[in-house]
């Protein structure tokens, strides 16, 4: 495992760790290692197919909607990439 040095830290955040560690039943370092973990680890895995559909939903498209889309859709083959 890694090890992140956190300096100057100011005296209220750290009494606030240090609170909100005991509050949770935690040394204020595990607090700290779970606050990051909740801010740049999603719960769950986002998969492509249901966030799709979740927009979908969200802006209300219809059958119609699709079939439009589906009308105006460029189907020619995409070009290959090139590296430099």
């Known amino acids: 495992m890694a090890v992140l040095t956190v300096r100057n830290v100011p005296d209220e955040v750290h009494r606030a760790l ?28 986002i998969l492509l197919g249901e966030a799709l559909a ?15 889309l589906e009308a105006v859709r460029d189907r020619s083959p995409a070009a290959p990439m090139t590296l430099p």
Request: glycine share 4%; charged share 35%; no cysteine.
């Open 18 to 45: 240090r609170v909100r560690a005991a509050e949770h039943g935690r040394s204020t370092e595990a607090e700290v290692r779970e606050i990051l973990a909740e801010a740049v680890v999603p719960q769950q895995r």
């Open 54 to 68: 979740a927009l979908g939903r969200d802006l209300e498209l219809t059958e119609n909607d699709i079939a439009v």
